[in-house]
C-alpha cells in the first residue's frame, strides 16, 4: 500500500450546537440504543470534547470524549451505517487518541455492551483490553465491559 493511502481521510472539527439536530437524527439510526438530543447538549455544556467528523465535506461521524486528569473517557463513537466498514472508524478513533494525548491523557477507557460486536471488534483491533465489568451499566439490563488501552 502506498503511504499517501494510510494518510487520514476524515477530519475532525468541535460539535456546535448547531449540529446537534444532524447529530441526534444520525444517533437515531446508527444505535440501538441512541444517546438523546439531551446527552449532546449536556455534553456540549459540560465541556466535553465533542468532535464532528467529515470525509469529503460529509458528515460521517462524531465522536465523544470525557477527559479526567490523565485519562480519556470515550463516550461515544459513531460512524454512520452507509459509512460504516470503510476505515473510517479506525481514522476516528485514532484521531481521538491523538486528541486525548494532546489533552495530557495518558490512557483511554470506555464502557462497551457485550452484544456490540462491531465496537467490540474495533476496540480489540486498536488494543483495547477488558480490564472489569460493570453489573446493570445499562438501565440495569445489560452490563457494561469496561477497557482501557495506554496511548
Ligand atoms: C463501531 C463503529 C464505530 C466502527 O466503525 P467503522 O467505520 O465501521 O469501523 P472500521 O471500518 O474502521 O472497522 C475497523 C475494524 O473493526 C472491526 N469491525 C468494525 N465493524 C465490524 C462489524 N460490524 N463486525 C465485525 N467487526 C467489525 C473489524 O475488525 C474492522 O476491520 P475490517 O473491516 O478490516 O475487518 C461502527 O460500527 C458504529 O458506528 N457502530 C454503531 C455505533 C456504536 O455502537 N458505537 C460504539 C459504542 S458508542
Redesign the pocket.
Known amino acids: 500500500m502506498m503511504a499517501a493511502e494510510l494518510a487520514t481521510r476524515v477530519t475532525l472539527s468541535p460539535m456546535q450546537a448547531a449540529d446537534i439536530d444532524a447529530v441526534t437524527a444520525a444517533e437515531q439510526r446508527?444505535?440501538p440504543f441512541p444517546w438523546t438530543r439531551g446527552n449532546f447538549a449536556d455534553s456540549l455544556q459540560a465541556g466535553h470534547s465533542v468532535w464532528v467528523c467529515h470525509e469529503a465535506g460529509t458528515m460521517i461521524?462524531y465522536g465523544v470524549l470525557m477527559m479526567a486528569l490523565d485519562e480519556a473517557d470515550l463516550?461515544?463513537?459513531?460512524?454512520?451505517p452507509e459509512?460504516?466498514?470503510?476505515?473510517?472508524?479506525?481514522?476516528?478513533?485514532c484521531q481521538l487518541f491523538e486528541i486525548a494525548r494532546a489533552h495530557g491523557a495518558a490512557r483511554m477507557l470506555l464502557e462497551?455492551r457485550p452484544s456490540?460486536?462491531?465496537?467490540l471488534?474495533?476496540y480489540r483491533?486498536f488494543l483495547f483490553s477488558e480490564i472489569g465489568r460493570r453489573k446493570g451499566y445499562y438501565d440495569g439490563r445489560e452490563d457494561a465491559i469496561v477497557m482501557a488501552r495506554e496511548l
Not at 459509512?83 to 478513533?93: F, M
Not at 456490540?116 to 465496537?119: C, D, L, T, V
Open positions: 446508527a444505535h461521524g463516550l461515544n463513537i459513531t460512524v454512520l459509512h460504516q466498514r470503510r476505515g473510517l472508524g479506525s481514522d476516528l478513533l462497551v456490540n460486536a462491531a465496537a471488534a474495533l483491533r
